[in-house]
């Protein structure tokens, strides 16, 4: 098993910044990818970034690409999430998550970025972004 704890969230104007954080702790040798999601109220979930936890490659969904960055330290079993330039349509509970992802679902961009393929989930932090 492994454990995802978020923080980081909170309010902010149009055009400001925050960075989450997601602590993993556990079993987290069992995974190769973490990732961050989003879901809006009366929205469906949607994926963010995600980024190779051995290689470091990172993946964008297209309406925050330029804006949000994904990394990791190693170290501290720590992914970030430093979110720029931020939009009201931003606002939505993030949610961080982790998983074992195949080669096959690796070398597909839109499947790094599905919810499905995350086995491990954090509570979410809210992030709201008032204009």
């Known amino acids: 098993q492994v454990q995802l704890v978020e923080s980081g969230g909170g309010s902010v104007q149009a055009g400001g910044s925050l960075r989450l954080s997601c602590a993993a702790s556990?079993?987290?040798?069992?995974?190769?990818?973490m990732a961050w999601f989003r879901q809006a109220p009366g929205k469906e979930r949607e994926g963010v970034a995600a980024?190779?936890?051995?290689?470091?490659?990172?993946y964008y969904a297209d309406s925050v690409k330029g804006r949000f960055t994904i990394s990791q330290d190693n170290a501290k079993n720590t992914v970030y999430l430093q979110m720029n330039s931020l939009k009201p349509e931003d606002t939505a509970m993030y949610y961080c998550?982790?998983?074992?992802?195949?080669?096959?679902?690796?070398?597909?961009?839109?499947?790094?970025?599905?919810?499905?393929?995350?086995?491990?989930w954090g509570q979410g932090t809210q992030v709201t972004v008032s204009s």
């Open positions: 980024i190779s936890t051995g290689g470091g490659s990172t």
């Open positions: 998550a982790s998983g074992w992802l195949s080669t096959v679902v690796a070398g597909s961009s839109p499947r790094i970025l599905d919810e499905y393929e995350y086995s491990y």
């Open positions: 556990g079993a987290t040798y069992g995974t190769n990818y």
